[in-house]
């Protein structure tokens, strides 16, 4: 229902018909299923813009909690940043009950009103419906305590008065600013799609709506950053790329397997990259307006975490950094750094120490209380934030979490910047490496597997984990080691291959029948480099015969131009979200071809 309603409108946005065949078959859709009372909160908030929904239909997102003091329990600034980022224009836009201004004119708004219900526009009680979502869409029901709060708002909004305007005002002013110090600091990007397009409204309203504004204008040219066009049509993105993620593992493939030097032009471009793409690092960002909020005022104003030093998913314009992206942007220089091709290379980018200090000391406070790393900041709110989780749709979102993929990053970050600076905060990385350590002996489970909350699923957790606590040390023949290739080589097909779709993160499990729709009799080529990735790191004579199934599987899926194919999607956030990274599909059978001709097969053959 989220998907239908939204992609239903925006074809009518755009000029289809409503008797167009695609038109006709969306709103049977929808009809069949209660019309759109029964589409998820997000999507609700989008259609109450347009003015095709009235905003009592729509639970309280009040402005005015941004003003309760920092020490309290629960307070916006501690939430998830993606979380956070999205609530702060939602909260401007519903605290102005702001409406497209045509929508009784437009014939467009005046005919969804029409197409979009199975009942009378003007007949339908609005508060009734608040709570409505379809069960296809309520993956992450809301508990009974947000059903409660919500309900208690809503009075909040009908009877507050000026008690409630007040502080309304306030927080409006204050969200605002925020707005405005997000947009600086990202240079119009933002965070993501969803805070850029209503940080992009939102500035358009409080500017009068007022096109040529010079902000409206900037966040205007940034969209195009979001818009890719695929094989089957253009696309919003759900980031504005993946840039330095993809590039870093492409180049640690390369290196691996032993091909770095081979292709100096390559490898020194990405030097290059990974050198400009650090965050407020190179002099032309320190000159940007994004720089002067990296001092500790702004940064405790807007509940911001440190930047400086650290490496993005995507662009350094982008300005977020995150754990593992500043671990991999980390391991992508240090590892560059000792082939031939670049400390034999004249022109050479120079990286002072200072900034690989930089880099370091983002990493040590990304580390959570419980020893995981979390994602771009560490946690700041409690467990029982999720029983005010009010989205509906995604799992998990309220606080940011450690994970096991973002505690190997780091922790192989942290220990490639050892080896080159084995004096700076000696005391303090070697506790940061312990405790990240018996985080991941903490959440493997007993089966032997770790869960993956960025990818698709098992496979890909199991190629950190182990990967993880191999690097701190652990013995190859540890029950932790063994337990996590034994429960990869249950799930190796017959094939050779290894195959996990989206339902593994979905519903937590491994899915059985992974792969069987979009890969080639249930494996894949990017499951089966995670498992292979995983297994020939542990270096085990054991497992031969389930490597080399592997590797026969990979070689044999290579196309003659050299390409591997692509298949079913192999990223996820929060847990009922997929992201497609084309790029997976040649960087990691790469990779682990290459990890098994240079580390496994010399292991075990001697």
């Known amino acids: 229902m989220f998907g239908t309603s939204l992609n239903y409108v925006a074809l009518r946005l755009l000029g289809v018909s409503k008797d167009d065949p695609a038109a006709k078959k969306g709103r049977e859709f929808l009809h069949s299923n209660g019309g759109v009372l029964y589409t998820a909160s997000w999507a609700k908030f989008y259609l109450c813009l347009l003015g095709v929904m009235h905003w009592d239909g729509h639970n309280s997102i009040p402005a005015e909690f941004w003003m309760l003091p920092d020490w309290f329990p629960f307070h916006p600034g501690r939430l998830w940043c993606h979380c956070r980022m999205v ?16 929508t009784d004119t437009d014939p467009v708004t005046v005919s969804l009103r029409k197409e979009l219900y199975c009942e009378d526009y003007e007949n339908i009680d609005w508060d009734k419906t608040r709570h409505w979502v379809a069960p296809m869409d309520n993956y992450s029901p809301k508990p009974f305590t947000m059903v409660v709060a919500q309900d208690l708002l809503s009075y909040w909004e009908r009877y507050g008065g000026l008690l409630r305007e007040i502080p309304r005002r306030w927080g409006l002013k204050y969200a605002a600013e925020y707005m405005a110090a997000e947009d600086l600091q990202t240079n119009f990007v933002d965070i993501g799609p969803v805070n850029k397009v209503l940080n992009m409204l939102s500035t358009w309203v409080y500017n009068g709506m007022n096109s040529d504004c010079e902000t409206f204008q900037r966040h205007i040219l940034r969209v195009p950053d979001y818009l890719w066009v695929a094989e089957d049509g253009m696309k919003m993105q759900g980031y504005n790329g993946s840039q330095c993620w993809d590039t870093s593992f492409a180049i640690q493939a390369t290196a691996e397997a032993g ?16 050198e400009r793409t650090q965050i407020l690092s190179t002099e032309v960002s320190k000159n940007s307006p994004a720089y002067a909020y990296e001092d500790e005022e702004n940064r405790k104003k807007f509940y911001r975490h440190v930047s400086e030093g650290g490496w993005p998913f995507s662009t350094s314009a982008h300005g977020w950094p995150i754990s593992d992206c500043t671990s991999e942007g980390l391991k992508g220089l240090l590892v560059l750094k000792r082939k031939k091709c670049i400390s034999e290379w004249k022109d050479a980018p120079k990286m002072t120490d200072q900034r690989f200090f930089n880099a370091c000391n983002v990493l040590l406070t990304l580390q959570n ?12 709110g409690y467990g029982w934030y999720e029983s005010l989780n009010p989205s509906e749709t995604f799992g998990d979102i309220m606080i940011d979490y450690s994970y096991v993929e973002c505690t190997t990053a780091s922790l192989q970050g942290l220990i490639a910047f050892q080896k080159y600076y084995p004096t700076h905060r000696a005391t303090e990385v070697a506790d940061a490496i312990r405790r990240a350590k018996a985080f991941l002996k903490a959440i493997q489970r007993d089966d032997g597997s770790w869960y993956g909350s960025w990818a698709c699923c098992f496979t890909y957790a199991a190629w950190f984990g182990v990967e993880g606590l191999l690097i701190c040390g652990e013995d190859l023949n540890s029950p932790n080691i063994r337990k996590a290739v034994e429960f990869l080589k249950r799930h190796q097909n017959a094939n050779g291959g290894w195959g996990e779709d989206f339902r593994s993160c979905f519903d937590k499990k491994y899915t059985e029948d992974g792969m069987k ?8 080529v990017v499951p089966t480099s995670w498992a292979l990735m995983a297994i020939t790191k542990a270096k085990n004579p054991l497992d031969k015969e389930a490597v080399e199934r592997g590797v026969k599987y990979l070689m ?17 956030f929060n847990r009922s979200c997929g992201i497609t990274y084309t790029a997976y599909r040649n960087a990691f059978p790469i990779w682990a071809l290459g990890r098994y001709a240079k580390v496994y097969k010399p292991a075990v053959d001697g």
Do not use: C
Request: net charge negative.
């Open 369 to 380: 209380f419980d020893g995981g790393f979390a994602t771009y900041e560490n946690n700041r």
């Open 87 to 102: 609530y702060l224009p939602m909260s401007y836009l519903y605290g102005l009950r702001f409406v497209y201004p045509n």
């Open 259 to 274: 091909l770095a030097d081979e292709f100096p032009d390559l490898t020194r471009r990405a030097f290059k990259y990974f």
């Open 517 to 524: 729709a979009y890969g080639d009799h249930g494996s894949g």
């Open 556 to 572: 044999t899926r290579q196309l003659p131009n050299g390409d591997w194919p692509q298949e079913g999607i192999s990223g996820v």
